[in-house]
């Protein structure tokens, strides 16, 4: 698959208009991100490790995104490691991102910027794809 094209809707109802061209439904995405919201809200400070609220939110994000989707027909698939909904009817694939920046003209940002012990990881040769 080629790399997708980017497209950002401000107008809600063309916004509207969109999702329900894919069969969703401002409902559908406002508890999808509910979900991860709630997952989010868990943390408990000194407890969890850091990455907890964020990797909890996709896991919600993801699994709610699966719930409003499968039912019509999308089947779950992995597409370069990440998490998606597919749509063979439609052509389409949805993921579920929770970062800062996920539709700019920038690479997604992670909500948290990396630190030094994941500099060091990835500069090793043997975690080169990192």
């Not at 991100?33 to 919600?60: I, K």
């Not at 920046?101 to 920038?106: I, Y």
């Amino acid at each position: 698959m080629s790399a997708p094209d980017i497209t950002i809707i401000a107008d809600p109802a063309a916004a509207q208009r969109s999702l329900e061209a894919i069969g969703l439904t401002a409902d559908k995405v406002i508890r999808i991100a509910e979900a991860a919201a709630a997952a989010r809200s868990e943390y408990l400070p000194e407890v969890d490790p850091v990455n907890y609220p964020g990797t909890q939110a996709h896991h919600a994000g993801v699994r709610h995104l699966r719930l409003q989707t499968l039912p019509s027909g999308w089947r779950t698939a992995n597409f370069r490691n990440i998490e998606v909904v597919v749509s063979d009817e439609l052509g389409i694939m949805l993921g579920f991102q929770n970062v800062d920046q996920a539709c700019k003209a920038l690479d997604p940002q992670a909500i948290s910027p990396k630190g030094e012990a994941t500099r060091d990881l990835v500069s090793m040769p043997y975690c080169a794809s990192l």
